[in-house]
């Protein structure tokens, strides 16, 4: 339908893993907008059908049939390359062909009146986002162009700038890419919609813990909210946790049990697979307000019969005990970065369908030793009545303004630490993890040798001391430099994260008149699961990484002080004695042998310091004799001739042997 008038204000979307939700700020409300079924919320389902595209419930009822062409999960694959792992552990349980496409790109193959296509996730995406979109515009009656659009917090710069890419194809501008658990704190601190009705902490701060538990990712934020002041403290989490891999250990459960009890293997047989995947989603959703449920399939047994097994709430928190204590740490994890303690926190709210499994309510109840936890906001809802809240407050829209958002400032932080590699691989953060953004922050640096005209610029994200533990993000080379002795430029390097959490690097030299920008391309930045990966290393890793550190500076101070005796050797007015240059030939290559071979194999810092320090200080003693050689006062340089012509030198009492 085509709308004559449009829509001057922006909605909110909460694009979900498994269902999707769009709301509205108007007059000092929120208005949760209903699909064309009535629904508030919508499944981010899109079905390829007998020539048909069709989205959501009808998409869903398909799946749940075993029908092909019904694609969902794109906000798992959105943002990834085909080889990452996560594709590829995800890709058995997808009963759609998924594959890769140019530059590893991961793409969706999908028959459509007898054609094949090939989709990238944010097609998928778009095709929820536009079906919304349509949503909101039969509410309004009348045509919707802007949105506030929201993500995991976790999410990275490849997998937000995926997202605006569906955004732009479903014909929608996206003011803001916004975090989850930050929309849901909106939600709950203003008390709007489906919150309390009253701004919470306005008499003092109020420390809020958001459980984002949805579909299929996970975040845990940290939330002070002080008089409209929303400042994210600390995030933590996993976009690639959430109930569909609760589903998936109860779906093993089951295939498990079909083959052993009946000899089939329904992993087989895509559709049947499908139908049992929606049988289980269905009876996780049952045990969260009962104690025990009979799953049953049909179509599996070769007799006709149905299978059917007896499933108690027990038996599900079994099987996912490990998803359970994960979510536990992820929460420890964010306490810790915010600097706070369990008595800190005022409230925790639960945000996302997952969130409302018992088991982890008990779990939650007995770590903030609370008697209940926050239920004055929607699971489902709160994400979106958050982005129409920000979405209200980016627009100029008269009908959108209120005194409840007019004061409302918003805080979010950066989830990983960026820097620059510096002398020998070290990494020299200059933006830590959970920074506040929009952020700026400048460092100095200058030339490592004398007269350099360029230098090169090596930015990494990452949590560990060494760049090659690190992630890459991108490079630039500062050419053009002033011409001087190592130290005296002054490089300036600029980092800037805006208020979507997208980097810009920027590097000056002054008296050159020389600049250089990085604008950090989206394919350099990292999974979500790596991400993970790297914070957890981290703490894992801290013993190696000290010893690597060591090895690192063992090196660096050995290779320069060879440097020196080998300069000093060539600046000598005549040629070494033989018995100092038969030291020298034998100190020089062992000590370059023992860097090669046998420093790498030194497992704790100590023994690295120790044996150092020992073949420094023979260095050392090494570059006195030199020295003494070439001004003439060391009895060493009183040549006399040997017999059969050489130069011999007669021995001196400091003259003893020494060992490398």
């Not at 890419?165 to 658990?181: F, H, K, Q, S, Y």
């Not at 989830?415 to 020998?424: F, H």
């Amino acid at each position: 339908m085509s709308y004559a008038e449009e829509f001057d204000g922006a909605i909110g979307v909460d694009l979900g893993t498994t269902y999707s939700c769009v709301a509205v700020f108007l007059r000092g409300q929120v208005e949760v907008i209903p699909n064309d079924m009535g629904n508030r919320t919508t499944p981010s389902c899109v079905a390829f059908y007998n020539g048909d595209v069709l989205v959501g419930d009808a998409a869903k009822s398909l799946l749940g049939r075993g029908a092909t062409g019904v694609i969902f999960d794109a906000k798992r694959m959105i943002g990834h390359r085909f080889s990452d792992k996560s594709i590829q552990e995800d890709r058995p349980r997808w009963p759609f062909p998924v594959s890769a496409g140019d530059n590893d790109k991961t793409q969706i193959d999908v028959q459509f009146k007898g054609e094949e296509l090939h989709l990238a996730p944010e097609q998928i995406s778009a095709k929820v986002l536009a079906y919304l979109k349509e949503c909101a515009e039969r509410h309004l009656g009348k045509r919707v162009r802007k949105a506030v659009i929201t993500v995991p917090a976790y999410f990275n710069d490849a997998q937000r700038e995926r997202t605006k890419a569906a955004a732009t194809i479903a014909g929608l501008e996206p003011l803001r890419i916004l975090n989850e658990p930050t929309a849901a704190a909106l939600c709950y601190g203003l008390g709007i919609g489906s919150g309390t009705g009253e701004q919470q902490g306005a008499d003092k701060p109020h420390n809020v813990v958001v459980f984002d538990f949805g579909g299929g990712t996970f975040d845990v934020s940290v939330i002070t909210i002080d008089c409209g002041s929303f400042a994210v403290r600390a995030t933590a989490g996993d976009t690639h946790l959430g109930g569909q891999d609760i589903d998936s250990k109860l779906l093993q459960f089951v295939l498990k049990d079909i083959q052993n009890r009946f000899q089939v293997n329904v992993a087989e047989q895509p559709r049947l697979l499908a139908k049992a995947r929606t049988v289980c989603e269905r009876v996780k959703r049952t045990l969260s307000h009962s104690t025990t449920e009979e799953l049953a399939l049909d179509g599996v047994l070769a007799n006709g019969e149905e299978y059917t097994v007896p499933i108690s709430r027990a038996k599900l928190e079994e099987l996912n005990a490990s998803l359970f204590e994960q979510c536990m740490r992820v929460v420890q994890r964010a306490l810790k970065d915010a600097g706070m303690k369990i008595e800190d926190i005022d409230e925790v709210v639960l945000v996302g369908g997952s969130s409302r499994i018992p088991k982890l309510n008990e779990m939650l109840k007995a770590f903030f030793k609370k008697e209940k936890l926050c239920n004055s906001v929607h699971p489902d809802e709160a994400v979106a009545i958050g982005a129409a809240v920000q979405a209200s407050i980016l627009t100029t829209s008269p009908e959108q303004q209120s005194e409840k958002t007019a004061s409302v400032v918003l805080m979010d932080v950066v989830p990983l630490s960026i820097g620059v590699e510096i002398d020998n691989g070290k990494f020299d953060v200059i933006i830590p993890r959970n920074t506040t953004i929009p952020y700026k922050a400048t460092k100095e640096y200058s030339t490592v040798e004398d007269y350099q005209e360029d230098v090169d610029v090596y930015v990494y994200e990452g949590e560990r001391p060494l760049t090659k533990h690190n992630h890459k993000l991108g490079e630039f080379t500062l050419e053009g430099i002033t011409r001087a002795k190592q130290g005296v430029p002054t490089i300036t390097v600029t980092f800037s994260i805006d208020a979507n959490g997208l980097l810009t690097i920027t590097g000056t030299e002054e008296v050159a008149n020389k600049k250089q920008t990085l604008v950090v391309q989206n394919d350099e930045r990292l999974s979500e699961k790596e991400v993970q990966e790297m914070i957890e290393t981290a703490k894992k890793f801290s013993r190696e990484d000290a010893v690597d550190g060591a090895r690192a500076a063992a090196k660096r101070d050995l290779e320069a002080a060879l440097e020196t005796l080998s300069a000093a050797i060539v600046a000598m007015p005549q040629p070494p004695s033989v018995k100092l240059q038969k030291r020298l030939d034998a100190f020089v290559p062992r000590t370059h042998e023992w860097i090669a071979r046998q420093l790498p194999s030194y497992t704790t810092t100590a023994e690295v310091e120790e044996k150092t320090k020992k073949i420094a200080k023979l260095a050392k003693k090494a570059l006195k004799k030199v020295q003494k050689e070439a001004s003439g006062d060391a009895p060493a340089a009183k040549r006399h001739r040997s017999e059969n012509g050489e130069d011999a030198a007669p021995k001196s009492s400091d003259d003893s042997d020494d060992e490398s």
